[in-house]
Nanobody
Framework: VQLVESGGGLVQPGGSLRLSCATS????????MSWYRQALGKERELVAVIGSPSGSTDYADSVKGRFTISRDNAKRTAYLQMNTLKPEDTAVYYCKARYRMGSLEYWGQGTQVTVSS
C-alpha cells in the first residue's frame, strides 16, 4: 500500500496550491479519502473528507469556501485544491484512506505547505 502526496511548496498569502495523493495497493473506490494537516507544535487536524461513490464532502470550518477536495477513482488519486491561502494554513498536509466498511486506514508521508510573504 502506498499513498504519495505531492504539490506542496512555498506560496504567498492569497495564492493557491493543488495537492495530489496518488495511491496504490488497495481498492481505492471503497475508501473514504481525507486530508489532514499538522502545524508545528499543534495536533493533527482534519481538513476535508470525500466519500465514495457518492463523492459527498465535508470541511473544517477554517477552510470552507477556500479548499475543495476531489477524487478521481480511475486514477486512484485524491486532490485538495487550496485557494486564498493564509499564513495559518502553513502545515504538513497528509492524506488518509479509510475503508468505508471498517476501520482499516492508511496514511501518506505528508507534504509541506508554507504560506509566507
Amino acid at each position: 500500500v502506498q499513498l504519495v502526496e505531492s504539490g506542496g511548496g512555498l506560496v504567498q498569502p492569497g495564492g493557491s496550491l493543488r495537492l495530489s495523493c496518488a495511491t496504490s495497493g488497495f481498492t481505492f473506490s471503497t475508501y473514504l479519502m481525507s486530508w489532514y494537516r499538522q502545524a508545528l507544535g499543534k495536533e493533527r487536524e482534519l481538513v476535508a473528507v470525500i466519500g465514495s461513490p457518492s463523492g459527498s464532502t465535508d470541511y473544517a470550518d477554517s477552510v470552507k469556501g477556500r479548499f475543495t477536495i476531489s477524487r478521481d477513482n480511475a486514477k486512484r488519486t485524491a486532490y485538495l485544491q487550496m485557494n486564498t491561502l493564509k499564513p495559518e494554513d502553513t502545515a504538513v498536509y497528509y492524506c488518509k484512506a479509510r475503508y468505508r466498511m471498517g476501520s482499516l486506514e492508511y496514511w501518506g508521508q505528508g507534504t509541506q505547505v508554507t504560506v509566507s510573504s
